[in-house]
């Protein structure tokens, strides 16, 4: 393999951000190389929904964004909608469904996704080279870039970093993005794991204990953020999207909130089966709504052994609090190994929201995961990795 010594755009990281922003430039008749230190491009997209890559999502806006800056993304998000990328699937005539809440996914395979993107980098403008280390990154006086590897050395009028955030570390994820926006003189948001289980501490693990592997849709809140989706016990704690959701507003030394009963009026239902159902036990009346060793689990931790015609008020209060607004205090989460997003990233504020280029350094980009911009789970990181790689790639 022999690079090439000049081009007008070299973009570091060839995942979703990266290949968008390669083809969309590309297609303006930009010399463009990207470079990355894997075997093979696109390989988080391979890895996503479970295979079938949830690419995007029906009801993307800027709400389902975490940013220092609220008001970043909106710019991106509206130049390149979740409407526009569903109809470069549809050129292609990749088969998708809908699954809840408006997730888009691939009805066969992820590969549909990466090969789409590939095909639309199918340029003479546009090279794609794996398993290439960056050893150094200079600004020349030119205003130009001097790009070190182990492959060589490139010369480029622009650079644009798409090296994503700390997840999946097991892919070979760095901190070479924020390394490079600190030699420029950016500033880095805090980054934590987000979109991450929790692990619990031994004693409340214990009030779960056998409960590993099941399941049962919850109203999850943690700072004033609910969702609404499943909750999935694991032999460290807890997961599922519910919990995934909150994972991103939680900060340690915080509890979250389960609303085990989000369905039912769990007051008035308790009063009904005191009288309706006098001699049975809040283990068996649970299980009317929760699965049976989850329903033993909580009449376990709420310590009602009598049966219904027997329970005094304050007990039923009890019950009550701990079905509707039940208090865990995770003592941390499983990192991230896990994580399926890095939360926080280089200060928006320091790049423009309609090319994301930095308002520090001339000619220089930042798009994707790296960038101080965090979606919700079900499409939405994938649906901004498209929208600010597509929005630089038209400026490059």
């Given at each position: ?67 220092s800056n609220t008001h970043f993304c909106k710019s991106a998000l509206s ?318």
């Amino acid at each position: 393999m022999s690079l090439p010594q000049s081009c007008d755009v070299v973009i570091i990281g060839a995942g979703a951000a990266g290949l968008m922003c390669a083809l969309t430039a590309g297609q303006r008749g930009r010399n463009v190389l990207v470079l990355d230190h894997g075997k093979k491009p696109g390989r988080k997209i391979l890895l996503s929904g479970g295979g079938r890559c949830n690419y995007t999502n029906m009801y993307t806006e800027a709400s389902n964004y975490l940013s220092s800056n609220t008001h970043f993304c909106k710019s991106a998000l509206s130049r390149f909608s979740q409407w526009d990328f569903q109809a470069l699937v549809d050129k292609h005539g990749i088969p998708w469904h809908e699954k809840t809440l408006g997730q888009l996914f691939c009805d066969n395979s992820s590969k549909d996704i990466l090969a789409m993107l590939m095909t639309e980098c199918d340029l003479p403008s546009v090279t794609i080279e794996s398993q290439v280390d960056i050893q150094s990154v200079e600004a020349l006086e030119s205003e130009r870039f001097s790009v070190a590897t182990n492959q060589g050395t490139i010369e480029a009028s622009s650079l644009v970093i798409a090296t994503g955030g700390l997840s999946f570390p097991t892919m070979g994820s760095t901190d070479f993005g924020y390394r490079i926006a600190k030699q420029f003189h950016h500033n880095i948001v805090p980054v934590r794991p987000a979109l991450v289980p929790f692990t619990l501490d031994p004693k409340e693990l214990a009030t779960f204990d056998g409960l590993s592997g099941i399941s049962t849709e919850v109203v999850a809140e943690c700072n004033g953020t609910s969702f609404r989706e499943a909750l999935l016990f694991t032999h460290k704690g807890l997961s599922g999207p519910s919990i995934l959701q909150v994972s991103s507003y939680w900060s340690p030394g915080d509890e979250i909130s389960i609303n085990w009963l989000p369905d039912v009026d769990v007051s008035r239902w308790l009063e009904e089966q005191k009288i309706a159902r006098p001699k049975a036990s809040l283990t068996t009346i649970l299980c009317e709504h929760l699965p049976k060793r989850l329903a033993a689990a909580l009449a376990g931790w709420i310590g009602e052994e009598k049966e219904a015609s027997q329970w005094r008020r304050e007990s039923m209060q009890r019950m009550e609090q701990i079905l509707t607004e039940c208090q865990i205090k995770p003592s941390g989460t499983e990192g991230y190994k896990k994580a399926e997003v890095t939360i926080g990233g280089i200060d928006t504020d320091q790049l423009s929201s309609k090319t994301m280029a930095s308002r520090l350094q001339n000619n220089l980009y930042f798009i994707g995961e790296v960038v101080d911009v965090t979606g919700h789970l079900g499409g939405f990181n994938f649906q901004w990795a498209w929208a600010s790689g597509h929005c630089a790639g038209l400026y490059v």
